[in-house]
């Protein structure tokens, strides 16, 4: 297992699909990112950069979206360039090959959403407000707009977030009843909870928001 490897970790739900790369990365031992957002996701460029190669997506492009804590979702499509950002946005959806969806989390949850029958899929940032607002569902509801999905085809992952008793609210179950509550069946969800493992998550409540953040992507190959 390589370095970039061994800072990452997958799920077995999202591994059982074909033609589907993801991952969820992890605390980059020693590298100094108890500063703001911008510096630390700077500083961590390389090794998620590391990563996504091992995974296949060397040179593909990598999009994003800004998180503001709402329910919009972008829409990714053929106009939509290596590197771009979607401004006012908390999920990405889309039915393309080759492109990278990218979302930063470090305590909020990374939602991976694939569609394995219509070839489609979306990735969320859901914390507290835009569980609160839906997001989720927003993003299911983008998919069957724009792609045709079906709820009952989709299959749902959620990564590490924060949890009781370190976090106040279990936004985690709230994501889960939500997507059961749309016809979802096929939910996942890990159960680890950010906050109580330092050595191997970054988390936003515990170390009061300087800390790094871990990505999570996703892509149709």
Do not use: W
């Amino acid at each position: 297992m390589s370095a970039a490897q061994r800072l990452s970790e997958q799920f077995p739900a999202l591994d059982a699909l074909s033609g589907v790369a993801h991952a969820f990365t992890l605390r980059v031992p020693g590298l100094e990112v108890s500063r703001d957002k911008v510096e630390a996701l700077a500083r961590l460029d390389a090794n998620h950069r590391e990563i996504r190669k091992e995974h296949g997506l060397e040179g593909v492009p990598f999009v994003t979206a800004q998180q503001v804590h709402g329910n919009r979702i972008g829409v990714v499509d053929a106009a939509t360039v290596d590197g771009a950002c979607f401004e006012s946005c908390d999920g990405l959806v889309t039915n393309r090959r080759g492109v990278c969806l990218g979302i930063y989390v470090a305590d909020c949850c990374a939602v991976f959403i694939v569609d394995p029958v219509r070839q489609a899929i979306g990735l969320v940032h859901s914390g507290k407000k835009g569980t609160e607002l839906g997001i989720v569902s927003q993003a299911i509801g983008a998919m069957e707009e724009h792609f045709g999905s079906r709820a009952a085809d989709l299959v749902v992952q959620l990564s590490p977030c924060i949890r009781p008793p370190h976090y106040e609210t279990d936004f985690a179950s709230e994501i889960v009843r939500q997507c059961k509550g749309l016809g979802v069946t096929a939910v996942h969800d890990c159960g680890v909870c950010t906050a109580c493992d330092l050595n191997r998550y970054y988390s936003y409540r515990a170390k009061k928001g300087r800390t790094g953040r871990m990505l999570a992507f996703l892509a149709l190959l």
